[in-house]
Each structure stands twice: as structure tokens, then as C-alpha cells.
């Protein structure tokens, strides 16, 4: 299994992976157009020639970064592909120089074994719901807010 930079033959695979969970209300819905315009923000999981997994950085502050449409086929998980492709978001966090990597998440034990702290979503700054207005459940949000701190929590300057 190897995780690596997602490129443009990806797409299709990636968004048959997000679709699927988006239909159960798992995930946020994506089209591929999203798909393709935020293309460099995106980590594949490839197992046997076939993309098995996929998760995106999106940065909304100078420190804060969050993880997006993290998803892994349901034949292959258990299997540490949801570990490694986190742990690769949070190498990137790191080397572009953001401290937090911020999931909205119902998976709360899968991200406190990867060190997430959860956090109350009040405390987050207002500019990263934006993209909220588009989610259903914008209005009666039940998802957990968890933070992985790449280094010790610094106060960053507007
Ligand atoms: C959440 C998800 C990405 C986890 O991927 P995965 O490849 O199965 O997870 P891993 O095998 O890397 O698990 C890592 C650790 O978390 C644990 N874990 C994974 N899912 C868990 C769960 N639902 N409850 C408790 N522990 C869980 C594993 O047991 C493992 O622990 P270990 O290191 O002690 O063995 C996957 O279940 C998924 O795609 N779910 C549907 C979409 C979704 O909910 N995405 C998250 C949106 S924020």
C-alpha cells in the first residue's frame, strides 16, 4: 500500500470513495469539479493499482489546517490505511508550517488514537465556518470538533 500525492487520473476512484460515504452522511459531498480544483490539497491510498483511500488539506488559518473528505474503502479498513493517510496530513501540516490540524468528525475514537484532543467548536474561530453554509446540517451540526497539536499550542497573530 503506498500513500502519495493524488493526481488527476485519481479523481474518478477518489469520488466514487467520498460519494459513497456522503450517502450515508458520513462525509460532505464533493463533485468532481471540487475534486479537481482543490486536487493539490489531496493524499491518495493505493493498493493493488486501485485507490483504496483519500483524505485533503485544507488550510483556513495560519494555524489551523483541517482534514477533508478523509475516507477509506470499506474492504481495507482496520487495516492502519486511515492511520498512515492522517499521519501524511499532519507531515504536511507540519512542513508548510500550521500547528493544528482540525477534524469535524464522528469518528472520535479513530482520531483520539492518532493523538486529536477534542475541543468545543465554540472556541474556534468564526472564519473557518464558512464553508459550513453549504452543509445540511449546518443548522443542528453534531459533529465533534478534535484538534492534533504538531507542536505546542504558540498564540498566532492576525
Ligand atoms: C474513519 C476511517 C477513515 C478509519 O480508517 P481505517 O483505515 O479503518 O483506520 P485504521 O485501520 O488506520 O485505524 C487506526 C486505529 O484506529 C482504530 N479505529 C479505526 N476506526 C475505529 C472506530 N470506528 N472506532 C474505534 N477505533 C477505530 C483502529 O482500531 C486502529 O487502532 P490501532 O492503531 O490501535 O490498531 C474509516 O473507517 C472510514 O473511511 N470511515 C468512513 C468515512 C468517515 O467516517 N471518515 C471520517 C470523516 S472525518
Redesign the pocket.
Known sequence: MLVRKACIRDVEEMHQLIQM?AEQG??LPRTVQSLCEHLQCFFVAELDGRIV?TAGLHILWKDLAE?RS????PD??????????VERLIEEAAALGVPQVL?????T???A??GFQVVQKETLPHKIWKDCIHCRKFAHCDEVAMIYYTTAPVPVHA
Open positions: 460515504y458520513l462525509l483511500g482534514i478523509l475516507a477509506v474503502h481495507v479498513q482496520g487495516q492502519g490505511i486511515g492511520r498512515q493517510l477534524s469535524l468528525t464522528y469518528q475514537a479513530f482520531f488514537k492518532l
